[in-house]
């Protein structure tokens, strides 16, 4: 275990997986806000140096940075000995990869969550968790029925295609990959049942923006926008047709504050946290925006369906709003367009405009 900056006693802030995508947004939040914020990450994932340089030159001493892997419960406890509060953002992210090891995936998302949790409660103290689960636990939504309206997928329901899928969806894992983010989320929920621990989850769709390393696997819209900025072709599983709630980091990163801010009030409780029907999208529809912004023509070609691929999932995302006084998010088309100007600046490329994308099947 290796690491960088100062270690402050029991005054950090721990995040786990904290160069990371969303894990260097909110240590990017806490660090401008004036906490002490302690990252701990295996930067397993190609690129994520670059958010941890980033932030330890945009901050200084106010970050330091453990080298550590949750799978090591010696290393975790030691980082959760130092912090008042924790966001777990480490996990193994892609459904693919579940798939190919799904031992690992269970090691890093299950037994590192277990790890993290039971470190919290030997500690003694009531350290705040709140942990980042997904819209993977309630499945596939077989049971509903879809319809295609233009270019869209959209429920028959009209009260679920108004407000979205609540938490009141019976639970559902799918995948390897559903069932380990799954089975964390219960268990950080039930360890404020058990031991009167302050934790919270919040269910996130799909999150975009800044600091996002996107592939095709995990992180599609920066993916979208990386593959068309550099003039190469992308491929759509399924029909394209598929709606997310897509939202801007900025606007999850308002959420988690938030969670933290009112832990106690929301221990125990999971929350929906998507950018709701107002930015529900199609990939072809977020496709032909991408065009617009970034100038770009990539040829679209079509893959099968892949295991655990939902038709539609939008978030009813309403109970957290209302509970922690969350601000309406920003609408996708903007934050789309503040997310191709951040990753032409970062790549030397320019944005230009153009006619609209080609498509063949």
Not at 196 to 214: E, H, K
Request: hydrophobic letters at 40%.
């Amino acid at each position: 275990m290796t690491g960088r900056g100062a270690l402050f006693g029991r005054q950090s802030v721990l995040v786990t997986g904290g160069a990371g995508f969303i894990g260097s947004n909110i240590a990017d939040r806490l660090a401008s806000e004036g906490h002490q914020v302690h990252l701990f990450d295996a930067l397993s994932r190609p690129g994520v140096e670059r958010n941890l340089d980033w932030l330890q030159g945009r901050h200084g001493d106010r970050i330091a940075f453990t080298h550590g892997d949750v799978r090591d419960e010696d290393a975790l406890s030691a980082a959760v000995g130092q912090a008042k509060a924790v966001f777990h953002m480490a996990a193994q992210v892609a459904v693919t990869t579940s798939l190919v090891d799904p031992r690992e995936d269970f090691d890093i998302n299950v037994r590192g969550t277990l790890h993290l949790l039971d470190a919290v409660r030997l500690s003694g103290r009531r350290i705040p968790v709140i942990f980042a689960s997904t819209n993977k636990v309630y499945g596939d939504l077989a049971d509903l029925e879809f319809r295609l309206a233009g270019d869209r997928y959209e429920p028959v329901d009209a009260i679920v295609r108004k407000r979205g899928i609540p938490e009141s969806r019976p639970l559902d894992f799918h995948t390897p990959y559903g069932c380990s983010k799954g089975a964390a989320d219960q268990y950080v929920l039930d360890y404020a049942r058990s031991f009167d621990l302050p934790t919270a989850v919040l269910r996130m769709s799909c999150i975009y923006g800044q600091r996002q390393m996107g592939t095709e696997d995990q992180g599609w819209v920066a993916h979208f926008l990386i593959r068309a900025l550099e003039g190469k072709s992308i491929t759509l599983y399924g029909d394209g047709h598929q709606v997310r709630d897509i939202l801007d980091v900025r606007d999850a990163v308002d959420a988690y504050m938030a969670a933290w801010r009112n832990i106690e009030a929301i221990k125990g409780h999971a929350f929906n946290l998507g950018g709701g029907p107002d930015n529900a999208v199609s990939l072809r529809q977020l496709l032909a925006h991408i065009g617009d912004v970034t100038g770009s023509q990539p040829q679209l070609s079509f893959e099968d369906w892949r295991a655990g691929d939902q038709r539609y999932f939008v978030a009813d995302a309403n109970l957290a709003r209302e509970t922690l006084s969350l601000p309406k998010p920003r609408s996708w088309q903007d934050g789309v367009a503040d997310l191709a100007a951040w990753l032409a600046e970062e790549r030397g490329l320019a944005l230009c405009e153009a006619p609209r994308m080609a498509v063949s099947a």
